[in-house]
């Protein structure tokens, strides 16, 4: 009995250490962060949809602001970060995400409450006066949250980690399952409170959720603040320069550690430091902000982990994602809403096992050798999706031109009946108007959108373990002075192929030629991956193909820390 009242002690001491400690607290901030995000982003677009007579156009417009938004400030934003203390940081953009999307709330709900009032108001100038109010204050919002998703997850964490590279592995895995969770449960809770409710107590609870949100995520963030001192102390240009993942790359390449990580950001703000006694003009303070978006996509591209991230951007040109399109074509082939919300969960379960499975891969193999591996489980199971093209049942059809329909609304024509049945035509529409299925024979109408979805499911194992991947690699690899404007930079180039590929489907949006889009897609993953290659076997070289066991853990991406970061 004697010993086991200290077993008890000491079990209960530390789930104490647990719940208290820095990583729990970056947990709980992250997640409840993700939920309000997760929450605001879906029911942004129902609302617009709603305010504009069932039309996409607003949705399309406030998606390509935002796309357009991050692509030019990404760099700018990442440099903001990087020249700033940690806490003012994630404190400023936590406050002005947070207060943009209530003011977008509160301003909504009194849309929606005088509607009827403002459309007779000069001419209802006051009402798309409030349109575009609404989509700058919800942009201001996005903006804010990609300073503090770059604060967080890709400095914040690297710093409570520590030295341990297992540990960050093991964090940035818990954060992408908070994402995967919040990404369908969050958006289950407002869709219903909609739908038993309104969209003016939609607006009110989202708000309202953001501001208890705000005032538990500052505490939190404080909290953090104060049991990691590491966080207060920004490193020098050199000091802080991680290892990079081979030390037999850089003897090769006769450079040292410095040398590679070219810190370029960190010669401009050198020589603004030395010009500072001149007092700037008006024209040197408009130009900064272009000298920062070009130095910042310079020093992306000198980075040794170029291609890896490159190849992670070539993974948004794709149409095979629980998105908007694949939505919209789901529809036109029969499928229902319920049928499509156990996809999506099935497609979060793949995910989730795909960021445990990159833990567990990561120390068999190391860190360069998961990334090639989960490339290539996601190409294999993405050829199921090219055989779907072909399949029966599938309406892939080249005779067809694929800008038919871009045509026919370009030039008013309502005689060919593909604009009836077009992927917009098809979100518009409620799921329980969605052409019936049994209009078709049921083994040939399912048969090629089965193959789809497996696939796409099936390859979400390899995707976010992949993303995970590259993630760290950034993580690693980046020194600390510049992994601001970077993940900056990278998060412009994953808008930047996202909105390519929203053109595409802009360019050939009715069924017949989504195979066609499928194909196209497939042809960039793999251009990814054939990137990834190459940025692994230079690091590797022919060490990528061996099975590594406990005794061969000579690189440096299997090492077991970081270097401290002072």
């Given at each position: 009995?004697?010993?086991?009242?200290?077993?008890?002690?000491?079990?209960?001491?530390?789930?104490?250490?647990?719940?208290?400690?820095?990583?729990?607290?970056?947990?709980?901030?992250?997640?409840?962060?993700?939920?309000?995000?997760?929450?605001?982003?879906?029911?942004?677009?129902?609302?617009?949809?709603?305010?504009?007579?069932?039309?996409?156009?607003?949705?399309?417009?406030?998606?390509?602001?935002?796309?357009?938004?991050?692509?030019?400030?990404?760099?700018?934003?990442?440099?903001?970060?990087?020249?700033?203390?940690?806490?003012?940081?994630?404190?400023?953009?936590?406050?002005?995400?947070?207060?943009?999307?209530?003011?977008?709330?509160?301003?909504?709900?009194?849309?929606?409450?005088?509607?009827?009032?403002?459309?007779?108001?000069?001419?209802?100038?006051?009402?798309?006066?409030?349109?575009?109010?609404?989509?700058?204050?919800?942009?201001?919002?996005?903006?804010?949250?990609?300073?503090?998703?770059?604060?967080?997850?890709?400095?914040?964490?690297?710093?409570?980690?520590?030295?341990?590279?297992?540990?960050?592995?093991?964090?940035?895995?818990?954060?992408?399952?908070?994402?995967?969770?919040?990404?369908?449960?969050?958006?289950?809770?407002?869709?219903?409170?909609?739908?038993?409710?309104?969209?003016?107590?939609?607006?009110?609870?989202?708000?309202?959720?953001?501001?208890?949100?705000?005032?538990?995520?500052?505490?939190?963030?404080?909290?953090?603040?104060?049991?990691?001192?590491?966080?207060?102390?920004?490193?020098?240009?050199?000091e802080q320069e991680l290892k990079q993942l081979s030390p037999q790359r850089d003897c090769e390449n006769n450079q040292t550690p410095e040398d590679s990580s070219q810190p370029l950001m960190n010669e401009v703000s050198v020589t603004n430091a030395s010009d500072s006694p001149k007092q700037p003009s008006c024209c040197d303070q408009v130009s900064k902000p272009l000298h920062t978006f070009k130095a910042g996509w310079v020093a992306y591209y000198n980075q040794n982990i170029f291609f890896a991230g490159m190849s992670l951007?070539?993974?948004?040109?794709?149409?095979?994602?629980?998105?908007?399109?694949?939505?919209?074509?789901?529809?036109?082939?029969?499928?229902?809403?319920?049928?499509?919300?156990?996809?999506?969960?099935?497609?979060?379960?793949?995910?989730?096992?795909?960021?445990?499975?990159?833990?567990?891969?990561?120390?068999?193999?190391?860190?360069?050798?998961?990334?090639?591996?989960?490339?290539?489980?996601?190409?294999?199971?993405?050829?199921?999706?090219?055989?779907?093209?072909?399949?029966?049942?599938?309406?892939?059809?080249?005779?067809?031109?694929?800008?038919?329909?871009?045509?026919?609304?370009?030039?008013?024509?309502?005689?060919?009946?593909?604009?009836?049945?077009?992927?917009?035509?098809?979100?518009?529409?409620?799921?329980?108007?969605?052409?019936?299925?049994?209009?078709?024979?049921?083994?040939?109408?399912?048969?090629?959108?089965?193959?789809?979805?497996?696939?796409?499911?099936?390859?979400?194992?390899?995707?976010?373990?992949?993303?995970?991947?590259?993630?760290?690699?950034?993580?690693?690899?980046?020194?600390?002075?510049?992994?601001?404007?970077?993940?900056?930079?990278?998060?412009?180039?994953?808008?930047?192929?996202?909105?390519?590929?929203?053109?595409?489907?802009?360019?050939?949006?009715?069924?017949?030629?989504?195979?066609?889009?499928?194909?196209?897609?497939?042809?960039?993953?793999?251009?990814?991956?054939?990137?990834?290659?190459?940025?692994?076997?230079?690091?590797?070289?022919?060490?990528?193909?061996?099975?590594?066991?406990?005794?061969?853990?000579?690189?440096?991406?299997?090492?077991?820390?970081?270097?401290?970061?002072?």
């Amino acid at each position: 009995m004697e010993t086991t009242a200290p077993k008890k002690k000491r079990c209960c001491e530390s789930i104490r250490d647990f719940f208290t400690s820095a990583k729990f607290l970056i947990y709980m901030g992250h997640a409840l962060s993700t939920w309000g995000d997760r929450m605001w982003n879906f029911a942004v677009a129902v609302f617009l949809v709603e305010l504009y007579g069932n039309s996409l156009l607003l949705t399309a417009v406030y998606g390509l602001v935002v796309a357009g938004s991050v692509l030019l400030l990404g760099a700018n934003i990442g440099n903001w970060v990087d020249r700033n203390p940690r806490l003012k940081v994630a404190q400023t953009s936590l406050l002005v995400q947070n207060s943009c999307v209530i003011l977008c709330g509160v301003l909504l709900m009194l849309v929606f409450h005088f509607k009827g009032q403002l459309v007779e108001l000069y001419n209802g100038w006051i009402l798309t006066t409030c349109y575009i109010l609404v989509i700058t204050i919800a942009n201001i919002a996005n903006l804010a949250s990609t300073a503090t998703s770059i604060t967080i997850q890709r400095d914040w964490v690297v710093v409570v980690a520590g030295q341990d590279r297992s540990r960050l592995a093991d964090m940035n895995a818990t954060v992408r399952i908070i994402d995967q969770l919040t990404n369908i449960l969050a958006p289950m809770l407002v869709g219903q409170i909609m739908a038993f409710g309104s969209h003016f107590i939609g607006c009110g609870f989202i708000s309202g959720w953001n501001l208890c949100s705000m005032c538990v995520e500052y505490a939190l963030l404080w909290k953090v603040y104060q049991k990691t001192p590491a966080l207060a102390v920004k490193a020098g240009q050199k000091e802080q320069e991680l290892k990079q993942l081979s030390p037999q790359r850089d003897c090769e390449n006769n450079q040292t550690p410095e040398d590679s990580s070219q810190p370029l950001m960190n010669e401009v703000s050198v020589t603004n430091a030395s010009d500072s006694p001149k007092q700037p003009s008006c024209c040197d303070q408009v130009s900064k902000p272009l000298h920062t978006f070009k130095a910042g996509w310079v020093a992306y591209y000198n980075q040794n982990i170029f291609f890896a991230g490159m190849s992670l951007a070539f993974l948004y040109m794709t149409v095979l994602g629980f998105d908007c399109i694949t939505t919209g074509y789901a529809y036109t082939q029969g499928l229902n809403g319920s049928i499509l919300s156990l996809l999506m969960g099935a497609s979060a379960i793949s995910g989730i096992c795909g960021t445990v499975a990159f833990t567990w891969v990561r120390k068999k193999c190391g860190l360069i050798r998961t990334g090639f591996i989960s490339g290539t489980a996601q190409l294999c199971c993405l050829m199921l999706c090219v055989v779907s093209v072909f399949a029966p049942g599938s309406p892939f059809d080249l005779s067809v031109s694929p800008f038919q329909d871009l045509y026919t609304h370009l030039m008013g024509e309502q005689t060919l009946p593909v604009a009836e049945h077009s992927l917009t035509d098809a979100l518009s529409r409620n799921a329980t108007t969605a052409p019936p299925a049994q209009e078709l024979p049921p083994l040939q109408s399912y048969m090629s959108v089965s193959l789809l979805f497996a696939g796409v499911i099936a390859a979400r194992l390899g995707l976010w373990s992949f993303d995970l991947t590259v993630t760290q690699l950034i993580q690693e690899n980046v020194m600390e002075s510049e992994r601001g404007v970077i993940n900056g930079v990278q998060n412009s180039m994953n808008y930047l192929l996202d909105l390519l590929h929203f053109i595409m489907v802009i360019l050939a949006p009715n069924p017949e030629a989504f195979g066609l889009l499928v194909i196209i897609s497939v042809s960039f993953v793999a251009m990814g991956h054939i990137m990834y290659f190459r940025f692994a076997f230079k690091s590797l070289g022919s060490r990528l193909f061996l099975c590594c066991s406990a005794e061969q853990k000579v690189e440096m991406d299997d090492s077991p820390s970081l270097p401290t970061i002072v």
